[in-house]
């Protein structure tokens, strides 16, 4: 996803001050992060002063999984507690391990000029890459019900949605309509397209395909099945109802005035 939906345009911007533009934004309460020793954010954190930066380990330089901003069971009855604890250590820790791996594997074959396997890795790289910063940025996009999550936009973010969609109900409508209707496994995020300004709704199918790159990502929904499927089966549309009363809205208006 770094190369997806990336948040800057600045060309100088490398890996790691990407990730901390993605991850930033409710990263003031990822203690156990700074408790680890992970390093901090730079100009390019979405909250003013920085924060620690989940994520990425500057030491071992490998990618780590981010602590959530909250308890696994802080999204009840929403998200319960054994979903998120399933998807946040196995499915995104996954993801973590599968970019790791695909990383180190590109230098295999940099150090043996063999690239027979090209094709796999690269894929892998985008794959797992597009998994952990979508899954980090989905934990951050979050937050309990009434402390933080719910309710609705404000301030620039919420005059934009009003005129690119006409209400805030006509964007719920459009937006759960189209994580709805994702074929398999994918997301569907709220972005800002940055020639024209506008919001725009998009699908993303896997964890990278369909966002163009550039798109800065405001909002997501994760709707592959691991994602509800213990509480809500095969009833998609009511855990995307039920997202809305767990958005972090503050932070997605933060995203977009960044
Ligand atoms: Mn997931």
Redesign the pocket.
């Known amino acids: 996803m770094p190369e997806n939906i990336g948040l800057s345009d600045t060309p100088s911007m490398n890996r790691r001050s990407v990730i901390a533009a993605l991850t930033l934004g409710a990263a003031a309460g990822t203690a156990s992060c700074a408790a680890s020793g992970r390093r901090t954010g730079g100009p390019d954190a979405l909250i003013p002063g920085g924060g620690p930066v989940p994520g990425f380990d500057e030491a071992s330089g490998k990618f780590i999984l981010p602590a959530l901003p909250y308890d696994v069971a802080a999204l009840e009855p929403h998200i319960d507690a054994q979903t998120m604890t399933i998807?946040h250590t196995r499915?995104?820790q996954g993801y973590v391990d599968g970019l790791n791996r695909a990383i180190t594997e590109l230098a295999h074959a940099r150090d043996r000029a063999d690239f027979a396997l090209i094709k796999h890795w690269s894929r892998e790289v985008s794959f797992h890459g597009g998994?952990h910063l979508?899954?980090t940025l989905?934990w951050l996009g979050m937050a309990p019900a009434g402390r933080g999550g719910g309710g609705q936009p404000e301030g620039a973010l919420a005059r934009a949605i009003d005129r690119d969609f006409g209400s805030f109900d006509r964007f719920k409508a459009h937006f759960a309509a189209a994580a709805n209707a994702v074929e398999g496994g994918g997301w569907a995020w709220l972005t800002h397209e940055p020639a024209s300004g506008q919001l725009l709704i998009v699908q993303m199918e896997k964890q990278q395909d369909m966002v163009p790159p550039g798109w800065k990502p405001i909002l997501g929904i994760?709707v592959?099945e691991?994602?509800y499927y213990l509480k809500y089966q095969n009833r998609r549309a009511e855990y995307i109802s039920a997202f809305f009363n767990i958005i972090n809205w503050q932070r997605a208006g933060a995203i977009f005035s960044e």
Do not use: L, P, V
Request: charged residues 10%; negative net charge; glycine residues 10%.
């Open positions: 998807h499915h995104h998994g979508n899954h989905f994760d592959w691991h994602a």
